[in-house]
């Protein structure tokens, strides 16, 4: 519980506030180099001005009648002296605001002193220069609480040292320095709002954007999720219709042999229900209390979490099928060495339909797999003799999702009738060189 008194809370925060006087509330400005010419150039300008403004008031007397028969003199400075001392403030008070980007607060600082310094009669001499010094320090100073304290300081002192005969401003420009900054305020919220207006439109269009690519993605995601399921499903089922009408055709007079077929079956169902898996994980994440039931059994979470298949395990697909019958060479040349998962999962989906269409309608070929290794290039080739026509021509959708697959790695595929007889699919795709 905090008993502290009131006093006690103000001295508090009035230390935290004179502690993160010094600390910015945020990064210094960087000006641009159009910035620092422009800074360089109205330095300059005011310059000029003001030391033109010196020389041709050097040595005046002022006279100001203040009431019937009562005047008040004020002498401007004269002389070599004079005249130095006075284009020596406007060069300092003009030249200060070539860096009021880059060190607002000691801009300011500078301008108020020299301001300060000025003779009371030619006060004009720094004014205008402490005017830009005052914006440039409320609008880029970085330290906010420093600024807060020595803008309304500055103003204090130079507003109270002028006087009646000399007026810091005159009085035909008053009008002006009311004007002035009416029309920079109108013309600063026109800009603002057509900024903002802007920046809607962008925002809208980004959104759309975003809305699109999303909606893309989607479709795309869907796409490849329904090739993988067709590689699935009909790679598996497949054989596993191969093996049954085996086991049918056998099991009363080699019941053993039947036996070995419906075995091969069930491992083609497991296979297939592996694989399905997988690709049902990417549509859907179980979450905490779904995986805390799943994962009392072993067997399923292994199966959910085990990698996507690549070329490491085209011995066990190849052994797959063949044992529905088929006859397959599997021939590997080149230096093995590791590739990324998407690519290998693609050249292992090249070898699965390239089988699975082997399977389906060339019954009792026989079949080759290379898998060659280049410097440049994975060379993935299936071919096959031809057979016993089998099930009907499908729709080809395999191979187009075998082509989308490889395009996404600058891979091709080819896929055709041999002029030996059989069918030919052969998927090139460049690797990296380091």
């Known amino acids: 519980m905090d008993v502290r008194t009131t006093p006690a809370r103000l001295w508090e925060a009035a230390r935290r506030t004179v502690r993160d006087?010094?600390?910015?509330?945020?990064?210094?400005?960087r000006p641009t180099r159009r910035a620092r010419?422009?800074?360089?150039?109205?330095?300059?300008?005011?310059?000029?001005?003001?030391?033109?403004?010196?020389?041709?008031?050097?040595?005046?007397?002022?006279?100001?009648?203040?009431?019937?028969?009562?005047a008040i003199?004020?002498?401007?400075?004269?002389?070599p002296g004079g005249l130095a001392f006075m284009v020596i403030l406007a060069v300092i008070a003009s030249g200060a605001l070539a860096l009021r980007r880059r060190c607002p607060l000691a801009v300011l600082c500078v301008v108020t002193a020299a301001t300060l310094a000025t003779p009371q009669s030619v006060l004009r001499l720094t004014f205008y220069a402490f005017v830009i010094a005052v914006y440039s320090a409320a609008v880029y100073s970085p330290y906010r609480v420093a600024t807060l304290a020595a803008l309304p300081l500055s103003v204090l002192l130079v507003g109270t040292s002028g006087n009646s005969v000399t007026p810091i401003?005159?009085?035909?420009?008053?009008a002006l320095l009311v004007l002035i900054p009416m029309a920079v305020a109108a013309v600063g919220l026109r800009t603002w709002r057509l900024r903002?207006?802007?920046?809607?439109?962008?925002?809208?269009?980004l959104e759309r954007e975003q809305a699109e690519a999303l909606r893309r993605a989607v479709e795309h995601e869907r796409a490849r999720i329904a090739r993988d399921l067709h590689d699935v499903v009909t790679h598996n089922v497949s054989v596993m219709i191969i093996q049954a009408g085996a086991a049918r055709k056998i099991m009363k007079t080699s019941p053993e042999q039947a036996g070995e077929a419906l075995l091969a079956v069930e491992a083609g169902g497991r296979a297939a229900?592996?694989?399905?898996?997988?690709?049902?994980?990417?549509?859907?994440?179980?979450?905490?209390?779904?995986?805390t039931d799943r994962g009392t059994d072993p067997a399923v979470t292994a199966a959910e979490l085990a990698?996507?298949?690549?070329?490491?395990?085209?011995?066990?697909?190849?052994?797959?099928?063949?044992d529905t019958g088929l006859f397959i060479d599997l021939t590997v040349t080149g230096s093995p060495r590791p590739l990324s998962p998407g690519l290998e999962l693609a050249a292992y989906r090249v070898v699965q339909e390239a089988l699975t269409n082997t399977v389906r309608h060339a019954s009792g070929a026989t079949a080759a797999v290379t898998v060659e290794y280049g410097p440049e290039r994975l060379r993935v080739e299936v071919t096959d003799t031809g057979g016993h026509p089998g099930e009907a021509a499908g729709s080809g959708r395999g191979l187009i999702g075998l082509r989308e697959r490889l395009a996404v790695y600058d891979g091709t595929l080819t896929a055709g009738r041999r002029l030996t007889g059989g069918y030919r699919?052969?998927?090139?795709i460049p690797l990296e060189t380091s």
Request: glycine content about 12%.
């Open 425 to 428: 699919v052969e998927a090139l």
């Open 37 to 70: 010419r422009f800074d360089v150039l109205l330095a300059l300008g005011i310059g000029i001005a003001t030391v033109y403004y010196g020389i041709d008031n050097t040595g005046v007397v002022v006279v100001r009648e203040t009431a019937p028969g009562t």
């Open 21 to 29: 006087a010094g600390l910015p509330s945020g990064p210094p400005l």
């Open 169 to 174: 401003v005159p009085n035909q420009y008053i």
């Open 196 to 205: 903002t207006d802007e920046g809607r439109t962008r925002l809208s269009a």
């Open 307 to 322: 990698p996507q298949p690549g070329l490491d395990q085209l011995e066990r697909l190849v052994g797959r099928v063949r």
């Open 273 to 291: 229900m592996t694989e399905l898996r997988h690709v049902m994980g990417l549509l859907t994440m179980p979450d905490e209390d779904e995986g």
């Open 73 to 79: 003199v004020a002498v401007r400075p004269s002389g």
